[in-house]
């Protein structure tokens, strides 16, 4: 387990604790703070979050269960899980969990997040906070969270943008199993941000003293239009695929005639010869032609002239375009 706390200095830059002493006695200051977890047991959970919390039940049945959408609020409390896709090449959601608190923000998670690491760090050096305050700073680190959505959809638009000129070029490599796998990503992408705009709509109606929303109201309302807009690209992301599918299934489907065309071509001009070759090899005893010295010549002659016939008549109806 890694245990990281931070406090908003009075110039709104973030400032990395370095004291020992347990955080419960740290917060008695009143001081707004940032408690990050990575990967705790159940057990350091609940000694951390057990001084803490007046509501036991958020700690065992909440932050401890898997639950869908698991949301909780008290009077002191509000805690809810956000999801993110961490690893593109998964795709599985990894849930970050939120404890607000009055003067304290705790998040929980079970792998190092490369885009919290950054944030906290440009916000002890570089940036700074619109306000002292812990919806201040729930605000930024959700909005870095969401900020990172955007990557996932250029991410898939560029897949299908490049799977849709291999269909469009007429590549005969293109294995379906691709475009139902981006279209299973999409899906995913898709839970994701209805989750996350769950979560955003709770910060939004809470009435508690776990935080106050106050003046970031506005920005947690952006923040929600821009989860929203995702619904708009994976739509169109999802009638693209649609597109290509059917584009694919229409030239798979038009090989597939043009083979059966050759086949049927193929067997229509065969049709008459084996009649001939039918006809000419029964076993009867006097048969027209059957003894006649250019009888051979003569039936390979005319077997010739009716395959010529034959393709000369399915080039002027249109066969061979």
Not at 48 to 63: C, N, Y
Not at 218 to 239: A, K, M, T
Request: hydrophobic share 40%; proline share 2%; aromatic share 10%.
């Amino acid at each position: 387990m890694r245990i990281t706390s931070y406090i908003i200095g009075d110039d709104l830059h973030l400032e990395e604790e370095t004291s020992v002493s347990a955080l419960s006695e740290r917060i008695k200051d009143g001081r707004p703070r940032w408690v990050d977890i990575v990967s705790p047991e159940d057990d350091e959970v609940r000694s951390i979050l057990t001084p803490l919390v007046h509501d036991d039940v958020i700690i065992e049945d909440f932050i401890l269960k898997e639950r869908n959408l698991p949301v909780a609020h008290s009077e002191q409390e509000l805690y809810f899980e956000f999801p993110i896709i961490r690893d593109k090449a998964a795709f599985d959601h990894e849930y970050i969990s939120f404890l607000c608190m009055p003067h304290l923000l705790i998040t929980i998670h079970d792998h190092e997040i490369e885009m919290l690491n950054k944030l906290s760090q440009d916000l002890c050096k570089h940036l700074h906070l619109q306000r002292a305050t812990i919806a201040s700073l729930l605000f930024n680190l959700m909005a870095e969270l969401v900020e990172k959505n955007h990557y996932l959809y250029m991410d898939q638009r560029e897949k299908i943008t490049k799977l849709s000129n291999r269909v469009i070029k007429g590549q005969n490599s293109i294995d379906v199993k691709a475009i139902l796998h981006l279209k299973k990503n999409i899906g995913r992408i898709n839970i994701m941000i209805e989750d996350q705009l769950y979560c955003i709509n709770t910060i939004q109606i809470y009435e508690g003293v776990a935080f106050d929303i106050g003046k970031q109201r506005r920005n947690f309302s952006n923040l929600e239009d821009e989860v929203r807009n995702g619904f708009r690209f994976l739509s169109r992301y999802e009638s693209r695929l649609e597109d290509i599918h059917k584009h694919y299934e229409l030239m798979l489907q038009e090989r597939t005639n043009n083979r059966l065309k050759v086949l049927t071509i193929v067997a229509a001009i065969f049709l008459p010869l084996n009649l001939v070759a039918g006809i000419y090899g029964m076993n009867f005893d006097h048969i027209p032609t059957i003894g006649w010295e250019f009888g051979y010549h003569a039936a390979i002659g005319f077997m010739v002239l009716v395959a010529i016939a034959m393709v000369y008549y399915f080039y002027r109806t249109g066969w061979f375009k």
